[in-house]
């Protein structure tokens, strides 16, 4: 729903949509799980898209924290 939106140009009424989808998920999943991190890079994304980069970086930044923990530095699906 929340690309939806964005991609007709409200983002801003996708994040809250994006935003639950993440909660959920860390809560189900945990924050390491693959789903859990796709939802929060559809968030930094949608932030983005709203200019509100220093949110959308703290975001980003976990998510690479997180890849470089969970996926060794040689394997390639970090690499894509």
């Known amino acids: 729903l ?3 939106l964005d991609a007709l140009g409200v983002a801003a009424e996708g994040l809250p949509h994006a935003q639950t989808a993440l909660e959920l998920r860390r809560k189900a999943r945990g924050n390491d799980d693959l789903s ?5 890079y559809e968030v930094a994304r949608l932030l983005i898209n709203l200019d509100r980069f220093v949110e959308a970086e703290a975001l980003l930044h976990d998510l690479l924290d997180r890849g470089k923990r969970l996926q060794p530095a040689s394997d390639d699906v970090l690499l894509h």
């Open 2 to 4: 929340a690309q939806t």
């Open 36 to 40: 859990t991190l796709e939802a929060q």
